[in-house]
């Protein structure tokens, strides 16, 4: 959501303007430091699997990663033709566009969290 508003509000600069038009480099910068923000916050409040000096660099692969899956997305849509991948929320290019960028993150996530606990 704070990618969204800060977009919104001071987006100038286009992020992928071919893949998704709508997505600017201050929605990425704002959704960046509101993650890394709640990265922080989660690290105090609770205990983690790994060291902070693990965990952040870990959120901020997850978070490129998740705008990453999020952009291609976006092209497997384009690619097809179509502009929502479903019915199920008109208006909001479909279920896919809600999750696109936390199934990609959650698949580091694992990946980040597995590494951990093996060494």
Known sequence: ??????????????????????KT???????????????????LCVPLPLPLRHF??????????AVIGDLWESVLKRR???????NILPGHGGILDRIDSWLSAMV????GFLYASLY
């Open 1 to 22: 959501m704070s990618a969204y508003f800060a977009g919104r509000y001071y987006g100038k600069r286009k992020l992928a303007e071919q893949i998704s038009p709508k």
């Open 80 to 86: 097809a033709g179509i502009k929502d991948s479903s």
């Open 108 to 111: 580091l996530w694992a990946a």
């Open 56 to 65: 952040l660099p870990l959120t901020v692969l997850v978070v490129i990663y």
């Open 25 to 43: 480099v201050e929605g990425f910068i704002g959704g960046f430091v509101a993650a890394m923000l709640a990265a922080v916050v989660l690290a």
